[in-house]
């Protein structure tokens, strides 16, 4: 019998007044929980929240030792507690303050390696591929084909070539056209790219002259460039221009590398209520132990660090990145704000269905994530990792914006925790853990790593070292992430502005 059958609910910190439920449970039924015996006046769906003591109206329903909302009634022991008896807290914009309380943590020398390629400028990727990049959501079809027929040629040493379609480029002004822009040259600069085509149309805003100065030192050998309305054929022409970037790409060889060289991108997305309790801290310690070894994370999806700030903003490593921190949480309130919307219009119908009430409860189950070490940067959107340590990037909560947000970024890897599943797939190897083994069990060519196995007997410790091997072996090329193995290839480009 695992532990979630012998335990049917759980009290997450002592200071809760709720308990999740691990299975589902039936009214009237009698539960044991934190010590306490309580009857449950209503039936409880699985991951969802009851009653531990009476919580009077208006008072905080506290879940993770914080509060995720007020009651709008008095709620006994043993009532569902969810959206109809639960509201948020949160409205606008706010004055942060800084009060220290940083961690410290001895490095950890074990001389762990993977098996990456090296980049003449210094970084290092887990993958040796082409991308195709286009300026212009007008030349998508074209870069989609280029690659389609590209595939069909022997290119050894090369693990795969795909497009990174887009719908920007054109027809858009001020902030959108800049973002666009230096998302798609972060992108060009990625270093699991060995070599890029970037294709453009030639008529659009995001013009090849304005795109190269972005991109900055361009290696000729690395890079292509293709204007489609100033060459013959383009088909032609970009199959030859591809051919010359095969060519480079096959001399790069694998060779052990050091962890403190991997970035690893932290996210969630289809959350369930497991998820701040299993996968979520499952990836906090892995976070945890990698920087120990020298190594970086980053966290996004800023709207969903409202209302849990207390978790990390005094883990900010000085005032100027505390500064940086809650300029970014208010300039993302002000941004709903300015367009009538309220910043707390989350979570999604899925969440709730999975369990989660109010975008408290949401945030505090996704910083999990972050684990316990200090905050040493915090980046604006399009912004790139510089300082090994734990990053905050920003960038709204939307999937796949996010996913581009963090490759663009410099992250190698993804982790994505879900609790209700998604196929989504960035370009980068987007590692899918399951916070229920349900869902590992239901769709296991989605899901790479079952964190659910939390709730069945094994501990937090034992499933974070089998996750940093696995980390190796996929680093490494022993291994594809679900999304490789499915070609599914995705990014998306944060919009804000007006399309013309």
């Known amino acids: 019998m695992n532990a979630a059958a012998q335990t049917p609910a759980m009290v997450i910190a002592p200071t809760d007044?709720?308990?999740?439920?691990?299975?589902?449970?039936?009214?009237?039924?009698?539960?044991?929980?934190?010590?306490?015996?309580?009857?449950?006046?209503?039936?409880?769906?699985?991951?969802?929240?009851?009653?531990?003591?009476?919580?009077?109206?208006?008072?905080?329903?506290?879940?993770?030792?914080?509060?995720?909302?007020?009651?709008?009634a008095a709620i006994s022991p043993g009532q569902w507690v969810h959206v109809h008896n639960l509201r948020t807290n949160l409205s606008g914009a706010e004055q942060y303050s800084y009060a220290p309380a940083l961690n410290r943590f001895a490095p950890i020398n074990d001389g762990l390696t993977f098996e990456g390629f090296l980049r003449p400028d210094g970084q290092a990727g887990v993958r040796n591929e082409i991308w195709i990049l286009p300026t212009v959501g007008c030349v998508n079809n074209i870069a989609q084909q280029l690659a389609e027929q590209f595939r069909k040629q022997p290119c050894p040493g090369v693990d795969a070539i795909f497009p990174l379609n887009h719908p920007y480029g054109c027809s858009q002004l001020g902030d959108d056209l800049a973002n666009t822009r230096k998302?798609?040259?972060?992108?060009?600069?990625?270093?699991?790219?060995?070599?890029?085509?970037?294709?453009?149309?030639?008529?659009?805003?995001n013009t090849m002259e304005e795109f190269r100065r972005e991109l900055g030192d361009a290696s000729p050998e690395r890079f292509r460039f293709m204007i489609s309305q100033q060459v013959g054929d383009e088909m032609q022409e970009g199959l030859r221009l591809l051919g010359e970037l095969a060519e480079y790409a096959s001399q790069f060889r694998r060779q052990s590398l050091p962890v403190s060289q991997l970035r690893i991108g932290l996210k969630c997305g289809g959350s369930d209520a497991f998820s701040g309790i299993t996968a979520n801290p499952l990836l906090g310690l892995f976070s945890d132990e990698l920087i120990r070894r020298g190594g970086t994370t980053v966290l996004t999806e800023t709207p969903e660090m409202f209302g849990a700030e207390p978790l990390f903003m005094n883990?900010?490593?000085?005032?100027?990145?505390?500064n940086a921190c809650a300029n970014m949480l208010n300039e993302f309130k002000r941004y709903f704000l300015s367009r009538n919307q309220p910043v707390?219009?989350?979570?999604?119908?899925?969440?709730?269905?999975?369990?989660?009430?109010?975008?408290?409860?949401?945030?505090?189950?996704?910083?999990?994530?972050?684990?316990?070490?200090n905050v040493v940067d915090v980046l604006p959107y399009a912004g790139r990792l510089s300082k090994p340590g734990l990053n905050f990037l920003a960038a709204p909560g939307n999937d796949i914006v996010s996913v581009t947000a963090l490759a663009a970024a410099g992250a190698q890897m993804v982790f994505f925790t879900t609790g209700r599943g998604t196929p989504l797939g960035g370009p980068l190897p987007t590692i899918k853990i399951s916070s229920n083994s349900a869902l590992a069990e239901s769709k296991p060519h989605w899901i790479d790593f079952d964190a659910g196995r939390l709730l069945g007997g094994s501990s937090l410790p034992e499933l974070a070292a089998e996750l940093v091997r696995e980390t190796l072996e996929i680093a490494s090329g022993r291994r594809l992430a679900k999304n490789e193995i499915n070609a599914f290839r995705e990014i998306a480009i944060f919009k804000d502005g007006v399309t013309l």
């Open 17 to 72: 007044n709720v308990a999740v439920a691990l299975v589902d449970l039936a009214a009237g039924q009698t539960v044991q929980v934190a010590g306490r015996t309580v009857k449950l006046t209503d039936a409880i769906p699985c991951a969802h929240k009851f009653a531990v003591e009476p919580i009077a109206a208006d008072r905080p329903v506290v879940k993770y030792g914080h509060p995720i909302g007020h009651a709008t």
């Open 183 to 205: 998302i798609l040259a972060a992108l060009a600069r990625h270093p699991n790219a060995a070599g890029v085509l970037i294709v453009g149309l030639g008529c659009e805003n």
């Open 315 to 322: 883990r900010c490593a000085d005032d100027d990145v505390f």
């Open 344 to 373: 707390y219009e989350n979570p999604a119908p899925g969440n709730k269905q999975g369990g989660i009430s109010t975008l408290e409860e949401k945030s505090l189950g996704c910083l999990q994530k972050g684990g316990t070490t």
